[in-house]
């Protein structure tokens, strides 16, 4: 962990609205994506008294998720909602992965679509997370290495790509949060993709609010019952959310974000002791 440094850095004099342990890792390589990014862990309050191993959710546009101040819309308060569920038992480490901005569109969809001028990036970004970021992780913290333990979790865009990494990779992640998932990009082609497999691939947090609305919300239900046709089960396999009223919106993410964390602490296992 050396070159991890506490966030924020003791000299930025910027107001921050982080809570807890909150580490950053600067310009950090994917020879996947042939570029860099900052990467931020939040770690559990008992993480330095110790020795347990923890879960891992893997968090899409991570400006958003801790801090005000890096945020380029209001932030999800990932950290409040953790030191609030580490009060009642429940701990994991989360790791904030940044968009790249401009490329965000490219990195988040799998499909190219003319409407968004880009997309088709999202295989080398998964491949990002799960061959180089994801051993950076495990190597350099106590996690919880198997897929029971590993989650993904993004709104909108960053939806898109969770529903997309879990069937792309069922091997490395066994939970994702997809909430307001943009399954209108590209003709709705990842409806199609995900009604190519068989079988239940992995635990799913699924929500949509109804003032997006009906198309996105029919959208929604589509792909709900597609995962229904493919075995999935309400309280088993798969939680859906319709919030009433709800806009697409941080605050609106940021409110749900407890029922998801609830869903994926539910499906894993006791916290270990360090090997």
């Not at 770690?43 to 998720?65: A, C, E, I, K």
């Not at 009642?88 to 969809?109: F, H, K, L, Q, T």
Request: net charge negative.
């Amino acid at each position: 962990m050396e070159n991890w440094h506490n966030y924020p850095a003791e000299y930025d004099t910027a107001e921050h609205s982080v809570v807890g342990h909150l580490l950053m890792l600067e310009n950090v390589h994917s020879p996947e994506l042939h570029n860099k990014r900052d990467i931020y862990v939040y770690l559990p309050p008992s993480y330095g008294t110790g020795y347990q191993r923890y879960p891992v959710l893997y968090m899409h546009d991570g400006q958003n998720l801790f801090d005000q101040a890096l945020a380029y819309a209001s932030e999800w308060q990932v950290d409040e909602t953790m030191e609030a569920a580490a009060r009642e038992g429940w701990e994991a480490i989360v790791v904030g992965i940044p968009n790249m901005g401009g490329e965000r569109c490219d990195e988040y969809s799998p499909f190219v679509d003319p409407k968004v001028a880009g997309g088709g990036c999202a295989k080398p970004y998964m491949q990002f997370i799960v061959k180089t970021l994801k051993p950076l992780i495990d190597r350099d913290f106590r996690t919880l290495p198997d897929k029971a333990n590993t989650g993904m979790v993004g709104s909108s865009m960053g939806g898109l790509v969770s529903v997309y990494g879990l069937f792309r990779h069922p091997e490395t992640f066994g939970f994702i949060g997809a909430m307001s998932p943009s399954l209108w990009i590209a003709e709705r082609s990842m409806l199609e993709y995900v009604g190519r497999a068989s079988g239940v691939m992995g635990k799913i947090y699924l929500d949509i609010g109804t003032g997006e609305g009906e198309a996105h919300v029919e959208n929604i239900r589509h792909l709900r019952d597609l995962l229904f046709s493919q075995g999935y089960v309400i309280g088993r396999d798969l939680m859906y959310v319709e919030d009433e009223g709800a806009g697409h919106t941080e605050a609106a993410w940021a409110r749900r974000f407890r029922q998801v964390l609830s869903f994926f602490m539910a499906s894993t296992p006791a916290l270990s002791p360090s090997s």
